[in-house]
């Protein structure tokens, strides 16, 4: 072989090396993946965050992608299960060879995660509907958490603002239902801190199973403090089954619950019923004429879609990922993308502000107080 054609060869091989790049890119692509409930009792969640995903990926590449390469999601369905979630998550990484992961959903299924996957692999995941604080701690306390990066507010964080709120309307009889996972119990521990600070404690704890709607027993342990309020770490079916339970039984507390409950869901699976309960949001109203980010967010899912927190969420998930990908430049890699992210300091989606450093992985802060209305409608 001609020293020509060996130099050819080399640089051919060098070129395709560089096409290549990290698992997941190639010269025209990038795959990212994700894995939620897309089927059983919490389904609605996870398709409703798929859809906008998909939505604004095909924005993003319709003009011209990220430096020429195109985004494209991979999903798997979890059905909120914790050990179907990490699975997925390993046959990603391993099989499908994703770059990044996008949008978690769970406590439990993000935090095994990431303790037995993505971080133990170091691949980068963008956001997860999850406050919890095991997702949240320092990455010099657990190495995994390097690669964790939220773009919500923690449940302490929600937990704090109901309970402030309810205890300055001087109601001080609170109760507690939480969902018996990571989830619920994160929520609990969020909500007992929260009446430490103003020296008050639960007057009754009870639980419901994950995906599960009996509530009997939850509802008989409620009944006999006669609580003036209950906050509810649950989903939207079994939420809607104790409120329906309580009213039955004539205990017409104050009702309130954390943002991973889904207002519009709620308001479908109780109608009119769902008047009055109070929920705290971990993002700004996806309906606001004002904040840049949900008018962005309205005109991607067009006007015969119904605007969701979830879906807004998601949006915002996603677009802090390409976000960084930008920022990452043409040669991407994993530390790169870790690299790019870790930059991002109060960085402005558009009146919504996520922030990330070495040393800190929460994303926001944000929380707002809102309450079902009259005919389903969402209130500040």
Not at 60 to 77: F, H, P, Q, T, Y
Not at 245 to 254: C, N, S
Not at 257 to 269: D, K, N, R
């Amino acid at each position: 072989m001609s020293f020509a054609k060996a130099l050819l060869c080399a640089l051919l091989s060098c070129f395709g090396c560089v096409a290549a790049g990290e698992a997941g890119v190639t010269a025209n692509g990038i795959l990212i993946g994700m894995t939620a409930p897309f089927s059983g009792p919490n389904g609605a969640y996870g398709l409703d965050m798929k859809r906008v995903i998909q939505t604004y990926f095909r924005q993003i590449n319709e003009g011209g992608g990220i430096n020429g390469r195109m985004l494209s999601l991979r999903v798997l369905d979890d059905g909120y299960e914790t050990e179907r979630a990490v699975a997925n998550t390993k046959a990603l990484i391993n099989t499908e060879k994703v770059f990044a992961l996008l949008a978690s959903y769970g406590s439990s299924a993000t935090t095994a995660a990431m303790n037995e996957a993505f971080g133990v692999a170091r691949v980068p995941l963008v956001g997860a509907i999850s406050g919890a604080d095991s997702i949240r701690q320092l990455p010099k306390d657990n190495p995994n958490n390097r690669y964790m990066f939220n773009v919500r507010a923690s449940y302490a964080n929600e937990t704090e603002a109901l309970v402030k709120h309810l205890v300055s309307l001087g109601i001080e009889n609170i109760a507690v239902l939480y969902q018996n996972d990571g989830f619920g119990k994160s929520g609990l521990e969020g909500v007992v801190g929260a009446l430490d600070k103003h020296q008050l404690t639960p007057t009754a704890v009870a639980t419901v199973e994950r995906n599960s709607v009996d509530v009997a027993q939850a509802v008989q342990q409620i009944v006999r403090v006669n609580p003036q309020a209950v906050i509810m770490v649950t989903l939207y079916k079994p939420t809607a089954a104790f409120v329906r339970a309580m009213r039955k039984a004539d205990q017409l507390p104050q009702f309130m619950t954390l943002s991973p409950v889904g207002a519009e869901l709620l308001v479908q699976e109780l109608g009119e019923a769902a008047r009055g309960i109070g929920i705290s949001q971990v993002m700004p109203s996806p309906w606001s004429d004002t904040t840049p980010l949900a008018h962005e967010y309205q005109k991607l899912i067009g006007p015969q879609a119904k605007p969701s927190y979830y879906g807004f969420e998601a949006y915002a998930m996603a677009k802090v990922l390409v976000e960084a990908i930008r920022k990452a430049g043409k040669e991407l890699t994993r530390e790169g993308l870790v690299s790019a992210l870790e930059s991002m300091h109060n960085l402005d989606l558009g009146g919504y502000r996520v922030s990330y450093s070495a040393n800190d992985r929460r994303g926001s802060r944000y929380v707002d107080l809102t309450v079902i209305g009259p005919g389903g409608r969402i209130m500040r």
